[in-house]
């Protein structure tokens, strides 16, 4: 059974940086998708960013392109710069999708979920 367990949230200022790691346990899903979601209670959760292995296509939501970078192996790492306070919200890493999945920020198959960090950026 695959465990992912996330780690790095906390508090920082707008225009701070925050580094989350997503380690992977029992499975090898690190050779595969790989992807951060967030969500804010009260709202649908969002796709932030995901890579195909280590070296595969990677996908950033339009609201942190630019600004955060993932990067593939085990830990998983998605490195948050220029933060803002609508980055609020408790960040989720996920694992495995389909190879040929050509939306993995919008799709419903991600078959691993860690337990969630929380991020609070103030103003």
């Known amino acids: 059974q695959v465990q992912l367990v996330e780690s790095g949230g906390g508090s920082v200022q707008a225009g701070g940086s925050l580094k989350l790691t997503c380690a992977a346990a029992?499975?090898?899903?690190?050779?595969?998708?790989m992807g951060w979601f967030r969500q804010v209670p009260g709202k649908e959760r969002e796709g932030v960013a995901a890579?195909?292995?280590?070296?595969g296509p990677r996908y950033y939501a339009d609201s942190v392109r630019g600004r955060f970078t993932i990067s593939g192996g085990n830990p998983n790492i998605l490195q948050m710069n220029s933060l803002k306070p609508e980055d609020t919200a408790t960040y989720y890493c996920a694992a495995d999708l389909p190879p040929n999945e050509e939306h993995p920020l919008q799709s419903l198959k991600w078959k691993y979920w860690g337990q969630g960090t929380p991020v609070t950026v103030s103003s």
């Open positions: 029992g499975g090898t899903v690190s050779a595969g998708w």
């Open positions: 890579i195909y292995g280590t070296r």
